[in-house]
């Protein structure tokens, strides 16, 4: 732990971020193109909670495709986690066209506007 007070800790790392933010940046863009699956299991734990075998596990089991779609996903985009974002629970993956459509459905009131407009 160290000896400074807050004030002096703020300022400390006010001072580093000015004078090493440049070589920190340029580090991590290389750390992440080197260590894709890792940075992107921490993220998913910060974000959804799960673990990184845990998605492996719900990749398995949708045969690396799309929850709604059952299409494998397209381009360089991996399968998004779908969540709840009023609970925070995990549905699924869905592929970048489909988790877009859910979330846009999904916004209050758009759902019955969406279904009359297409009936």
């Not at 890792?38 to 998605?55: A, P, Q, V, W």
């Not at 360089?76 to 459509?101: E, Q």
């Amino acid at each position: 732990m160290r000896g400074d007070c807050k004030a002096c800790a703020k300022r400390d790392t006010s001072e580093w971020r000015k004078n090493k933010r440049a070589h920190y940046n340029e580090y991590m863009s290389k750390y992440r193109v080197q260590n894709p699956d890792k940075i992107r299991e921490h993220e998913i734990k910060k974000l959804y909670g799960i673990s990184g075998d845990d998605l492996r596990q719900m990749t398995a089991s949708q045969d690396n495709k799309c929850k709604i779609c059952r299409r494998p996903p397209s381009g360089k985009r991996p399968l998004a986690i779908d969540h709840c974002h009023s609970t925070g629970r995990v549905r699924g993956l869905l592929c970048y066209r489909c988790n877009l459509g859910v979330a846009f459905l999904e916004a209050p009131g758009i759902l019955p506007i969406a279904l009359k407009y297409l009936k």
